[in-house]
């Protein structure tokens, strides 16, 4: 399995139905998005597990209190590195407590277009992304034709072979995994106002 490294830039439409406290199921998508990031990108600032919670916690918590006043304009920049920098400054404040040390004594996090921080969350976020979209996926489709775009596209297995094993024609394992992907590839544009890069494997 491989995938793009770099996430689609968030939903204008999410950002939108985010500003609107009533919207759960808005408000959980982009909690099971964006919370596993948050907390990675402590982990990677160097915080503990307990630390790296509480940040998340607060991150989430920040958004929900300013992204009513939040204008979407990529002229002036990613909603996605808004928030890497709310969490990134809440990383330090706690480091600073933690460790008692000033910001230049913090070397490689006080920058926060640090290459190695915006790489790993940029990649965190396209993982998260695509399980997301993969279970949602998963829980609409047969079981039968999940299980040959799991076999193909997951395990990497060829075609032929998952044929043989499920018994049934060669094409009906192609088209399987062409449709899964398709579904996934509309998930994801739901929370992209561009059209990422597709899931492409053998």
């Not at 968030?10 to 964006?34: C, I, K, N, P, Q």
Request: charged content about 25%.
């Amino acid at each position: 399995m491989s995938m793009s490294a770099k996430p689609p830039t968030t939903s204008e439409g999410l950002l939108h139905r985010l500003s609107h406290s009533a919207d759960t199921e808005a408000w959980e998508l982009f909690v099971r998005v964006y919370a596993p990031a948050i907390h990675q990108h402590a982990i990677s600032c160097g915080l503990e597990n307990a630390d790296a919670l509480d940040v998340t916690q607060e991150v989430l918590l920040q958004v929900s209190q300013q992204i009513a006043a939040f204008e979407y304009d990529r002229s002036r920049g990613r909603f996605r590195d808004w928030l890497r920098r709310i969490a990134h400054r809440r990383c330090l404040d706690l480091l600073r407590v933690r460790r008692r040390i000033r910001a230049r004594e913090t070397p490689g996090l006080t920058d926060l277009e640090a290459p190695r921080l915006a790489s790993e969350w940029d990649q965190t976020l396209m993982e998260e992304m695509t399980r997301v979209a993969m279970l949602k996926v998963a829980g609409q489709v047969e079981p039968k034709t999940w299980q040959a775009f799991e076999a193909t596209w997951i395990h990497g297995k060829p075609a032929p072979e998952v044929a043989g094993e499920m018994g049934i024609p060669v094409a009906q394992v192609y088209l399987a995994k062409s449709r899964v992907l398709a579904r996934i590839r509309r998930e994801l544009l739901l929370l992209a106002d561009d059209r990422p890069s597709p899931p492409t494997g053998s």
